[in-house]
Protein backbone atom coordinates (compact mmCIF):
# COMPACT_ATOMS: atom_id res chain seq x y z
CA UNK A 1 0.00 0.00 0.00
CA UNK A 2 0.59 3.78 -0.15
CA UNK A 3 3.13 5.63 2.26
CA UNK A 4 1.01 9.09 1.57
CA UNK A 5 -0.53 9.65 4.92
CA UNK A 6 -2.82 12.24 3.46
CA UNK A 7 -4.24 9.91 2.15
CA UNK A 8 -8.38 9.21 2.95
CA UNK A 9 -10.81 6.33 2.21
CA UNK A 10 -14.29 7.54 0.68
CA UNK A 11 -16.96 5.02 0.10
CA UNK A 12 -18.67 5.66 -3.32
CA UNK A 13 -21.67 6.67 -2.18
CA UNK A 14 -19.78 9.30 0.35
CA UNK A 15 -17.50 10.56 -1.86
CA UNK A 16 -18.59 14.16 -3.50
CA UNK A 17 -19.11 15.04 -6.99
CA UNK A 18 -18.49 11.51 -8.22
CA UNK A 19 -20.28 11.45 -12.33
CA UNK A 20 -21.08 8.20 -13.28
CA UNK A 21 -21.31 6.91 -16.68
CA UNK A 22 -23.64 4.06 -18.39
CA UNK A 23 -26.53 2.59 -17.79
CA UNK A 24 -27.05 1.29 -13.97
CA UNK A 25 -29.19 0.97 -11.07
CA UNK A 26 -29.14 3.75 -8.88
CA UNK A 27 -27.06 1.71 -5.49
CA UNK A 28 -23.35 3.34 -5.51
CA UNK A 29 -22.79 0.45 -2.30
CA UNK A 30 -20.94 -0.64 -4.23
CA UNK A 31 -21.60 0.52 -8.15
CA UNK A 32 -22.39 -2.29 -10.57
CA UNK A 33 -20.43 -1.18 -14.36
CA UNK A 34 -22.61 -2.91 -16.87
CA UNK A 35 -21.85 -1.56 -20.19
CA UNK A 36 -18.91 -0.65 -22.42
CA UNK A 37 -18.16 2.45 -21.84
CA UNK A 38 -19.84 2.66 -18.59
CA UNK A 39 -17.71 4.01 -15.67
CA UNK A 40 -16.70 6.71 -13.22
CA UNK A 41 -15.03 10.41 -13.58
CA UNK A 42 -13.95 12.51 -11.02
CA UNK A 43 -12.05 16.31 -11.43
CA UNK A 44 -9.31 15.51 -8.55
CA UNK A 45 -7.21 18.33 -6.92
CA UNK A 46 -4.72 16.16 -4.88
CA UNK A 47 -1.28 13.83 -6.05
CA UNK A 48 -2.60 10.09 -6.00
CA UNK A 49 -5.50 7.95 -6.33
CA UNK A 50 -6.12 4.76 -5.75
CA UNK A 51 -9.93 2.76 -6.11
CA UNK A 52 -11.48 -0.02 -4.74
CA UNK A 53 -12.49 -2.39 -7.28
CA UNK A 54 -14.38 -5.73 -7.59
CA UNK A 55 -14.53 -8.49 -10.28
CA UNK A 56 -15.77 -11.71 -11.17
CA UNK A 57 -15.81 -14.31 -14.17
CA UNK A 58 -15.43 -17.69 -15.52
CA UNK A 59 -14.52 -17.27 -18.78
CA UNK A 60 -14.28 -13.57 -19.54
CA UNK A 61 -12.57 -11.26 -17.15
CA UNK A 62 -13.32 -7.14 -17.55
CA UNK A 63 -10.85 -4.55 -18.18
CA UNK A 64 -10.58 -1.06 -17.65
CA UNK A 65 -8.45 1.95 -19.34
CA UNK A 66 -7.72 4.86 -17.64
CA UNK A 67 -8.36 8.37 -19.08
CA UNK A 68 -6.26 11.24 -17.57
CA UNK A 69 -7.20 14.85 -18.52
CA UNK A 70 -8.70 13.25 -21.75
CA UNK A 71 -6.05 10.76 -22.63
CA UNK A 72 -5.83 7.34 -22.24
CA UNK A 73 -2.90 7.02 -19.16
CA UNK A 74 -2.82 2.94 -19.17
CA UNK A 75 -5.28 -0.45 -19.46
CA UNK A 76 -5.73 -3.14 -17.59
CA UNK A 77 -6.95 -6.88 -16.68
CA UNK A 78 -9.31 -6.81 -13.70
CA UNK A 79 -8.74 -10.26 -12.42
CA UNK A 80 -11.27 -11.67 -9.81
CA UNK A 81 -11.64 -10.79 -6.26
CA UNK A 82 -11.97 -7.49 -4.44
CA UNK A 83 -8.64 -5.04 -4.09
CA UNK A 84 -7.45 -1.93 -4.58
CA UNK A 85 -5.88 -0.06 -7.51
CA UNK A 86 -3.66 2.80 -7.75
CA UNK A 87 -4.27 5.30 -10.50
CA UNK A 88 -1.73 8.08 -10.02
CA UNK A 89 0.48 9.19 -8.31
CA UNK A 90 3.14 11.49 -7.74
CA UNK A 91 1.37 14.44 -9.38
CA UNK A 92 1.17 17.65 -8.43
CA UNK A 93 -1.44 18.26 -5.68
CA UNK A 94 -2.05 21.66 -6.47
CA UNK A 95 -3.72 21.12 -9.66
CA UNK A 96 -7.16 19.96 -11.06
CA UNK A 97 -7.21 16.55 -12.83
CA UNK A 98 -9.84 15.02 -14.90
CA UNK A 99 -9.61 11.03 -14.21
CA UNK A 100 -12.36 8.48 -15.84
CA UNK A 101 -12.15 4.85 -15.12
CA UNK A 102 -14.08 3.18 -18.37
CA UNK A 103 -15.00 -0.39 -18.96
CA UNK A 104 -13.45 -1.75 -21.70
CA UNK A 105 -15.56 -4.81 -22.31
CA UNK A 106 -19.37 -5.35 -22.97
CA UNK A 107 -21.68 -7.31 -20.62
CA UNK A 108 -21.16 -10.72 -21.29
CA UNK A 109 -24.44 -12.59 -21.65
CA UNK A 110 -22.87 -16.43 -21.58
CA UNK A 111 -20.87 -15.66 -18.30
CA UNK A 112 -23.24 -16.32 -15.56
CA UNK A 113 -20.76 -15.16 -13.27
CA UNK A 114 -19.54 -11.69 -15.25
CA UNK A 115 -19.28 -8.34 -12.32
CA UNK A 116 -17.49 -5.48 -12.05
CA UNK A 117 -18.22 -3.02 -9.02
CA UNK A 118 -16.11 0.24 -7.76
CA UNK A 119 -16.67 0.02 -3.89
CA UNK A 120 -14.78 3.01 -3.10
CA UNK A 121 -11.80 5.40 -3.64
CA UNK A 122 -8.71 6.59 -2.14
CA UNK A 123 -7.62 10.43 -2.31
CA UNK A 124 -5.25 12.35 -0.97
CA UNK A 125 -7.26 15.74 -1.95
CA UNK A 126 -10.60 17.32 -2.74
CA UNK A 127 -12.78 16.39 -5.64
CA UNK A 128 -14.38 19.14 -7.30
CA UNK A 129 -18.07 18.99 -9.05
CA UNK A 130 -17.46 17.26 -12.95
CA UNK A 131 -19.99 19.68 -14.98
CA UNK A 132 -22.35 17.78 -17.54
CA UNK A 133 -21.24 17.43 -21.03
CA UNK A 134 -23.89 19.55 -23.53
CA UNK A 135 -24.89 16.90 -24.97
CA UNK A 136 -26.32 13.09 -24.35
CA UNK A 137 -25.70 10.32 -26.85
CA UNK A 138 -26.76 6.84 -26.26
CA UNK A 139 -25.30 4.33 -29.15
CA UNK A 140 -26.89 0.63 -29.37
CA UNK A 141 -25.31 -1.99 -31.26
CA UNK A 142 -23.38 -4.73 -31.81
CA UNK A 143 -19.94 -6.15 -31.97
CA UNK A 144 -18.40 -2.93 -34.05
CA UNK A 145 -19.92 -0.47 -31.28
CA UNK A 146 -18.42 -2.93 -28.45
CA UNK A 147 -15.04 -2.13 -29.61
CA UNK A 148 -14.49 -5.65 -30.59
CA UNK A 149 -11.21 -6.10 -32.78
CA UNK A 150 -10.24 -1.83 -32.35
CA UNK A 151 -7.30 -3.44 -30.51
CA UNK A 152 -4.29 -5.57 -30.98
CA UNK A 153 -3.01 -7.10 -33.90
CA UNK A 154 -4.30 -8.13 -37.43
CA UNK A 155 -3.47 -11.60 -36.75
CA UNK A 156 -5.22 -12.03 -33.54
CA UNK A 157 -8.24 -14.13 -34.12
CA UNK A 158 -9.33 -15.50 -30.36
CA UNK A 159 -12.66 -14.21 -29.45
CA UNK A 160 -11.29 -12.48 -25.99
CA UNK A 161 -12.08 -9.80 -24.07
CA UNK A 162 -8.79 -8.71 -24.33
CA UNK A 163 -9.70 -7.54 -27.69
CA UNK A 164 -12.32 -5.14 -26.74
CA UNK A 165 -11.61 -1.54 -26.54
CA UNK A 166 -14.32 1.35 -24.86
CA UNK A 167 -12.44 4.16 -26.31
CA UNK A 168 -10.71 2.96 -29.76
CA UNK A 169 -14.38 2.93 -30.62
CA UNK A 170 -16.32 5.41 -32.50
CA UNK A 171 -18.83 5.92 -29.96
CA UNK A 172 -16.16 7.60 -27.50
CA UNK A 173 -14.79 9.05 -30.55
CA UNK A 174 -17.80 10.47 -31.98
CA UNK A 175 -18.89 11.29 -28.18
CA UNK A 176 -15.25 13.61 -28.16
CA UNK A 177 -16.06 15.51 -31.47
CA UNK A 178 -19.28 16.29 -30.69
CA UNK A 179 -18.67 17.32 -26.45
CA UNK A 180 -21.54 14.79 -25.65
CA UNK A 181 -21.53 12.61 -23.00
CA UNK A 182 -22.74 9.20 -23.84
CA UNK A 183 -23.64 5.50 -23.56
CA UNK A 184 -23.44 2.39 -25.04
CA UNK A 185 -25.94 -0.35 -25.46
CA UNK A 186 -24.33 -3.47 -27.39
CA UNK A 187 -23.80 -6.90 -27.54
CA UNK A 188 -21.43 -8.91 -29.89
CA UNK A 189 -23.24 -10.98 -32.74
CA UNK A 190 -26.62 -9.83 -32.20
CA UNK A 191 -29.38 -7.68 -34.50
CA UNK A 192 -32.62 -6.50 -34.70
CA UNK A 193 -34.66 -10.00 -35.47
CA UNK A 194 -31.70 -12.36 -34.63
CA UNK A 195 -28.15 -12.94 -34.37
CA UNK A 196 -25.67 -13.72 -36.87
CA UNK A 197 -25.96 -17.47 -36.15
CA UNK A 198 -29.95 -17.77 -36.50
CA UNK A 199 -30.73 -17.79 -32.95
CA UNK A 200 -34.23 -15.27 -32.10
CA UNK A 201 -32.78 -14.59 -28.61
CA UNK A 202 -29.71 -12.89 -29.83
CA UNK A 203 -32.09 -9.26 -30.76
CA UNK A 204 -31.24 -6.24 -29.07
CA UNK A 205 -34.77 -4.57 -28.56
CA UNK A 206 -36.30 -7.10 -26.34
CA UNK A 207 -33.87 -5.85 -23.66
CA UNK A 208 -33.48 -2.81 -24.44
CA UNK A 209 -36.24 -1.38 -21.46
CA UNK A 210 -34.08 -3.12 -18.93
CA UNK A 211 -30.80 -1.97 -17.38
CA UNK A 212 -29.07 -4.78 -18.52
CA UNK A 213 -31.07 -7.84 -19.34
CA UNK A 214 -28.65 -9.54 -21.42
CA UNK A 215 -26.87 -10.91 -18.26
CA UNK A 216 -27.71 -14.19 -17.29
CA UNK A 217 -27.43 -15.36 -13.36
CA UNK A 218 -28.82 -15.14 -9.68
CA UNK A 219 -26.37 -12.80 -9.02
CA UNK A 220 -27.06 -10.26 -11.82
CA UNK A 221 -30.69 -10.34 -10.95
CA UNK A 222 -29.98 -9.47 -7.29
CA UNK A 223 -27.99 -6.84 -8.41
CA UNK A 224 -31.00 -5.31 -10.54
CA UNK A 225 -29.61 -6.02 -13.70
CA UNK A 226 -32.79 -7.18 -15.25
CA UNK A 227 -34.94 -4.41 -13.33
CA UNK A 228 -36.78 -1.89 -15.71
CA UNK A 229 -34.87 1.10 -17.19
CA UNK A 230 -35.61 4.65 -15.71
CA UNK A 231 -35.32 6.50 -18.66
CA UNK A 232 -36.55 9.90 -17.39
CA UNK A 233 -33.19 9.63 -15.77
CA UNK A 234 -31.14 10.31 -18.88
CA UNK A 235 -32.50 11.42 -21.51
CA UNK A 236 -30.39 11.70 -24.83
CA UNK A 237 -30.43 13.85 -27.65
CA UNK A 238 -29.33 11.44 -30.37
CA UNK A 239 -29.65 7.31 -30.70
CA UNK A 240 -27.57 6.23 -32.65
CA UNK A 241 -28.73 2.84 -33.73
CA UNK A 242 -26.20 0.46 -35.55
CA UNK A 243 -27.59 -2.63 -36.16
CA UNK A 244 -28.36 -4.87 -39.04
CA UNK A 245 -24.85 -6.30 -39.58
CA UNK A 246 -26.11 -9.48 -37.70
CA UNK A 247 -29.25 -9.93 -39.41
CA UNK A 248 -27.02 -9.78 -42.37
CA UNK A 249 -25.06 -12.50 -41.57
CA UNK A 250 -28.15 -14.89 -40.36
CA UNK A 251 -28.74 -15.11 -44.52
CA UNK A 252 -25.41 -16.57 -44.65
CA UNK A 253 -24.98 -19.02 -41.66
CA UNK A 254 -26.40 -22.12 -40.75
CA UNK A 255 -29.98 -22.89 -39.36
CA UNK A 256 -30.02 -22.59 -35.59
CA UNK A 257 -32.46 -25.04 -33.84
CA UNK A 258 -33.61 -24.20 -30.25
CA UNK A 259 -32.33 -26.75 -27.94
CA UNK A 260 -35.44 -26.13 -25.46
CA UNK A 261 -38.52 -26.21 -28.20
CA UNK A 262 -36.73 -27.69 -31.26
CA UNK A 263 -37.95 -25.19 -33.29
CA UNK A 264 -35.24 -24.42 -36.38
CA UNK A 265 -34.43 -20.42 -37.12
CA UNK A 266 -33.24 -19.60 -40.20
CA UNK A 267 -32.94 -16.52 -42.63
CA UNK A 268 -32.84 -18.07 -46.15
CA UNK A 269 -31.28 -17.41 -49.18
CA UNK A 270 -33.42 -17.97 -52.72
CA UNK A 271 -32.08 -19.98 -55.08
CA UNK A 272 -30.35 -16.95 -57.35
CA UNK A 273 -28.62 -15.75 -53.98
CA UNK A 274 -30.99 -13.10 -52.81
CA UNK A 275 -32.36 -11.99 -49.79
CA UNK A 276 -36.14 -14.11 -49.25
CA UNK A 277 -38.58 -11.79 -49.09
CA UNK A 278 -40.72 -13.31 -46.25
CA UNK A 279 -37.63 -13.40 -43.97
CA UNK A 280 -36.61 -9.77 -45.34
CA UNK A 281 -39.92 -8.60 -44.23
CA UNK A 282 -39.55 -10.04 -41.02
CA UNK A 283 -36.55 -7.69 -40.47
CA UNK A 284 -38.15 -5.09 -41.02
CA UNK A 285 -40.87 -5.21 -39.10
CA UNK A 286 -38.61 -5.70 -36.65
CA UNK A 287 -36.71 -2.53 -37.35
CA UNK A 288 -39.86 -0.52 -37.49
CA UNK A 289 -41.38 -1.78 -34.10
CA UNK A 290 -37.83 -0.99 -32.63
CA UNK A 291 -38.46 2.28 -34.08
CA UNK A 292 -41.67 2.56 -32.15
CA UNK A 293 -40.13 1.52 -28.78
CA UNK A 294 -37.09 3.65 -29.03
CA UNK A 295 -39.38 6.61 -29.80
CA UNK A 296 -41.38 5.66 -26.55
CA UNK A 297 -38.88 5.54 -24.54
CA UNK A 298 -36.62 8.64 -25.78
CA UNK A 299 -39.53 11.11 -26.41
CA UNK A 300 -37.70 14.21 -27.96
CA UNK A 301 -34.24 12.48 -29.50
CA UNK A 302 -33.29 12.13 -33.01
CA UNK A 303 -32.69 8.83 -34.04
CA UNK A 304 -30.02 7.71 -36.50
CA UNK A 305 -29.88 4.52 -38.13
CA UNK A 306 -26.46 4.08 -38.80
CA UNK A 307 -25.09 1.31 -40.63
CA UNK A 308 -22.32 -0.07 -43.40
CA UNK A 309 -18.96 -0.80 -41.24
CA UNK A 310 -18.96 -4.12 -42.88
CA UNK A 311 -20.95 -4.06 -45.64
CA UNK A 312 -24.28 -2.82 -46.52
CA UNK A 313 -26.66 -5.95 -48.09
CA UNK A 314 -29.23 -4.81 -45.86
CA UNK A 315 -28.99 -1.10 -46.54
CA UNK A 316 -32.74 -1.29 -48.58
CA UNK A 317 -34.28 -3.03 -45.91
CA UNK A 318 -33.37 -0.19 -43.75
CA UNK A 319 -34.13 2.45 -45.50
CA UNK A 320 -37.93 0.42 -46.16
CA UNK A 321 -38.44 -0.20 -42.78
CA UNK A 322 -37.28 3.45 -41.55
CA UNK A 323 -39.69 4.42 -44.46
CA UNK A 324 -42.44 2.51 -43.67
CA UNK A 325 -42.38 3.72 -39.89
CA UNK A 326 -42.12 7.37 -41.12
CA UNK A 327 -45.35 7.14 -43.22
CA UNK A 328 -46.55 5.78 -39.91
CA UNK A 329 -45.93 8.02 -37.68
CA UNK A 330 -45.49 11.40 -39.22
CA UNK A 331 -42.40 11.24 -36.47
CA UNK A 332 -39.93 13.51 -38.54
CA UNK A 333 -36.77 12.91 -36.04
CA UNK A 334 -35.92 9.80 -37.83
CA UNK A 335 -33.25 9.09 -40.61
CA UNK A 336 -30.57 6.80 -42.41
CA UNK A 337 -26.95 7.35 -42.45
CA UNK A 338 -24.43 4.78 -43.94
CA UNK A 339 -21.22 4.29 -42.43
CA UNK A 340 -18.21 4.09 -44.34
CA UNK A 341 -17.22 0.51 -44.74
CA UNK A 342 -14.18 -1.37 -43.74
CA UNK A 343 -11.08 -1.93 -45.95
CA UNK A 344 -8.22 -3.85 -45.96
CA UNK A 345 -6.27 -1.09 -44.62
CA UNK A 346 -8.45 -0.02 -41.83
CA UNK A 347 -9.31 -3.96 -40.65
CA UNK A 348 -8.62 -4.34 -36.86
CA UNK A 349 -7.99 -7.67 -35.23
CA UNK A 350 -10.65 -10.46 -35.38
CA UNK A 351 -11.82 -9.00 -39.09
CA UNK A 352 -13.00 -5.97 -37.65
CA UNK A 353 -12.99 -2.77 -38.12
CA UNK A 354 -9.25 -1.53 -36.27
CA UNK A 355 -9.06 2.12 -35.22
CA UNK A 356 -8.84 3.80 -38.14
CA UNK A 357 -11.79 2.76 -39.18
CA UNK A 358 -13.39 3.69 -36.25
CA UNK A 359 -11.99 6.65 -36.33
CA UNK A 360 -13.08 7.79 -40.22
CA UNK A 361 -16.94 6.04 -39.21
CA UNK A 362 -16.81 8.95 -35.81
CA UNK A 363 -15.65 11.46 -38.18
CA UNK A 364 -18.42 11.02 -40.80
CA UNK A 365 -21.32 10.51 -37.92
CA UNK A 366 -20.02 13.37 -35.73
CA UNK A 367 -20.00 15.67 -38.98
CA UNK A 368 -23.88 14.38 -39.96
CA UNK A 369 -24.59 14.80 -36.32
CA UNK A 370 -23.48 18.30 -36.12
CA UNK A 371 -25.74 19.01 -38.83
CA UNK A 372 -29.18 17.37 -37.74
CA UNK A 373 -28.68 18.93 -34.49
CA UNK A 374 -28.81 22.66 -35.95
CA UNK A 375 -32.58 21.77 -36.90
Excluded at 336 to 353: A, K
Aim: aromatic share 10%; hydrophobic share 40%; proline share 5%.
Amino acid sequence: MSHNKRLKTYPLAKAKHVKVHGRTTPILTPLTLFWTGSGIELNMKGSELWIEIEADYQIYESWISIVVNGVPMSRLMVTAGRHWICLLRGLNSDTVKNVRIVKDVQPMSSDSRCLLQIHALKVDGELLPVPDKPLKIEFIGDSITSGEGTIGAKEETDWVPMLFTALRNYTAITAEALNADYRVFSQSGWGVLTSWDNNPHGNIPAYYEQICGVLTGERNEALGAFADHDFTSWQPDVVVVNLATNDGGAFYSPAWTDPVSGKVYKQRLNEDGTFNEEDLQAFENATEHFLVKLRSCNPTAHIVWAYGMLGTPMMPAVYRAVDAYKKRTKDRKVSVFQLPNTTEETIGSRSHPGLSAHTKAAEELAGYLQEILKN
